[in-house]
């Protein structure tokens, strides 16, 4: 806050002249506790306001602050699996990461913590991702090019091949070599779709 003004030393002197020095200091006392209590209040506020934030946080959110700034990040994945990266692309199901000579998909229920750069200011995560789109959609749009894909199981278990098809749950691939033989994956079963080329 600021200090007393010019003005204010003028109207303490008037009432100092018309009331005494003593009511005229008690008068400025309790103008002193009002601002401090208004400043306790403040402070009250925006602990409240931040505690209220952290509530509504959620793993989405993070990650979209963090998309935000453009910072690259390190996640940790069901199964020990780690991938860095930045943040290319976020679902309401799932989280696109770009990093060196592959494009990464893991989907959300697979992440198992979010890390940060050293230094990185924290993230509340109390936004909305502002998007429908799941990972069915993207595996949809692999198979109509014919994508190259690897899908990486809950088991432990990948699948590599070519994208062919996708329904309301499931994926078909054209497994790589051998035989034409194509394996049909169940979407909830996929943790991560590493996309070649």
């Given at each position: 806050?600021?200090?007393?003004?010019?003005?204010?030393?003028?109207?303490?002197?008037?009432?100092?002249?018309?009331?005494?020095?003593?009511?005229?200091?008690r008068?400025?006392?309790?103008?002193?506790?009002?601002?401090?209590?208004?400043?306790?209040?403040?402070?009250?506020?925006?602990?409240?306001?931040?505690h209220q934030?952290?509530?509504?946080?959620?793993?989405?959110?993070?990650?979209?602050?963090?998309?935000?700034?453009?910072?690259?990040?390190?996640l940790h994945?069901?199964?020990?699996?780690?991938?860095?990266?930045?943040?290319?692309?976020?679902?309401?199901?799932?989280?696109?990461?770009?990093?060196?000579?592959?494009d990464?998909?893991?989907a959300?229920?697979?992440?198992t913590?979010?890390?940060?750069?050293?230094?990185?200011?924290?993230?509340i995560?109390?936004?909305?991702?502002?998007?429908?789109?799941?990972?069915?959609?993207?595996?949809?749009?692999?198979?109509?090019?014919?994508?190259?894909?690897?899908?990486?199981?809950?088991?432990?278990?990948?699948?590599?091949?070519?994208?062919?098809?996708?329904?309301?749950d499931?994926?078909?691939v054209?497994?790589?070599?051998?035989?034409?033989?194509?394996?049909?994956?169940?979407?909830?079963?996929?943790?991560?779709?590493?996309v070649?080329?």
């Amino acid at each position: 806050m600021d200090g007393p003004s010019a003005n204010d030393s003028d109207e303490s002197a008037t009432v100092a002249g018309l009331l005494g020095d003593a009511l005229a200091a008690r008068i400025d006392r309790w103008a002193a506790d009002a601002r401090v209590d208004e400043a306790a209040r403040l402070r009250a506020r925006e602990r409240w306001l931040r505690h209220q934030a952290e509530e509504e946080g959620s793993l989405a959110g993070v990650l979209a602050d963090v998309a935000e700034r453009g910072a690259a990040v390190a996640l940790h994945v069901r199964g020990g699996r780690r991938h860095r990266g930045e943040i290319a692309a976020l679902g309401s199901d799932f989280v696109a990461l770009r990093s060196v000579g592959a494009d990464l998909i893991v989907a959300l229920h697979a992440v198992t913590s979010v890390r940060t750069l050293p230094g990185e200011a924290t993230t509340i995560g109390d936004r909305s991702t502002g998007t429908s789109h799941r990972l069915v959609d993207v595996l949809a749009g692999l198979a109509v090019e014919r994508a190259a894909v690897v899908l990486v199981l809950a088991d432990g278990d990948a699948v590599a091949g070519v994208a062919v098809s996708v329904g309301q749950d499931v994926v078909g691939v054209r497994v790589v070599g051998g035989a034409a033989v194509t394996a049909y994956v169940p979407v909830g079963a996929i943790v991560e779709v590493l996309v070649n080329g």
